[in-house]
């Protein structure tokens, strides 16, 4: 009798071959996915609005209404390693408290903080105290560089500014850094 | 005697394989559909903020580097016009149109800056009523002024695909020192 020929695949070998083939789609797309989301928050990292708006924030905190006191050079230097500057007679005189106003208003500025050019230190203080800041802050600071060699201006110190903006009628938060020179 | 050639498939494989091939075709159809029209809008959405940046950082470049002293705002028909005064001397201008379609005329829109014209991006276009072209992608609103030596020019953009309304945003202080 004529043996019957069995060509084909087992199933066992079906099956094998099925999960190397799931277990490699899953992967790529566990590892792909997050890209996707993390693509979509630094469109609102540094964009074009957020660097023009800190560059008059920077030129505000540079002018010579800007009141930098001992105080804030100790907050900013120390271990608190920031401060939040605000449009009040703490850190702004004359005319430029209404102007300060109206720019956070124009910009959508939420927070600013005037940290050291270096952000180790506030990068430290974000993550240690995460209850304190914006979800949205950490993982800015965390992306962003630490900006160890010294600044080509000179720039000692640096503003990190949080925008509140809509999106697709969505509140979220941009963010965009620039350096301060300040003595 | 020779043996017959069995190779091959049969008719219920055969079978079996095309309803299969065309259940998968059917019901990726709909996803690639949807993707397609996806990329198109995204191209879109790139255009709109490609063209958005680039004007926007034309004028910030001058309002910076040059530094404003002074602005002047004016208004006439469906022209909007900004002189602006920079710190060297210079002088230059921004010049938005916005004609919406109505009985007698289409749509028109058109920014210039220094005397360069931008061309706003076009995405198609419908015809209205009387039958007087629309633009899919328009100047919706138009808001400059120079209250409290601050110059604010804001143009929105608007078009029926995207729910955020893009725009160029421009604040300035006035003779900032």
């Not at chain 2, 065309?22 to 559909?33: E, G, P, R």
Request: hydrophobic share 35%.
């Amino acid at each position: 009798m004529q043996k019957q020929k069995r060509n084909g695949f087992a199933l066992a070998e079906t099956v094998v071959v099925s999960v190397f083939v799931m277990a490699i789609f899953s992967m790529i797309y566990t590892n792909f996915y997050p890209l996707m989301g993390e693509y979509e928050r630094r469109e609102t990292y540094d964009d074009v609005d957020s660097k023009y708006a800190s560059y008059w924030i920077k030129r505000l905190i540079q002018s010579d209404d800007f009141i930098f006191s001992t105080t804030t050079k100790n907050n900013i230097n120390g271990s608190t390693a920031y401060q939040k500057i605000t449009c009040n007679n703490t850190y702004f005189k004359g005319d430029k408290i209404n102007l300060c106003n109206q720019l956070y208003q124009s910009f959508g500025v939420k927070n600013v903080y005037l940290i050291t050019y270096n952000t180790q230190k506030f990068r430290t203080k974000v993550t240690s105290n995460p209850s304190s800041f914006s979800a949205g802050l950490e993982e800015y600071v965390l992306y962003l560089p630490n900006y160890s060699s010294p600044s080509l201006n000179n720039a000692k110190y640096r503003i990190i500014v949080e925008y509140q903006r809509t999106k697709d009628d969505n509140d979220y938060y941009a963010y965009s850094t620039i350096e301060v020179k300040r003595e | 005697m020779k043996i017959k050639n069995e190779k091959g498939f049969t008719i219920v494989e055969i079978l079996i394989t095309f309803i299969l091939v065309i259940i998968l075709t059917v019901s990726m159809y709909s996803s690639v559909a949807a993707y397609k029209n996806k990329q198109q809008l995204e191209s879109y959405r790139e255009k709109i903020i490609t063209y958005k940046n680039l004007l926007t950082k034309e004028i910030q470049d001058d309002l910076i580097m040059n530094e404003l002293v002074q602005a002047q705002t004016s208004k006439s028909g469906n022209f909007f016009y900004v002189t602006m005064t920079f710190r060297n001397g210079t002088t230059k201008q921004l010049v938005v149109k916005r004609q919406l379609a109505n009985e007698t005329q289409d749509d028109s829109f058109m920014i210039s800056y220094g005397g360069i014209d931008y061309p706003i991006p076009t995405f198609g276009s419908s015809k209205n009523e009387y039958n007087r072209k629309e633009e899919d992608f328009r100047i919706n609103n138009i808001d400059i002024n120079t209250n409290n030596q601050l110059l604010t020019i804001y143009i929105g953009f608007y078009h029926p695909n995207f729910s955020t309304r893009y725009a160029i945003d421009i604040v300035c202080p006035i003779n900032f020192a």
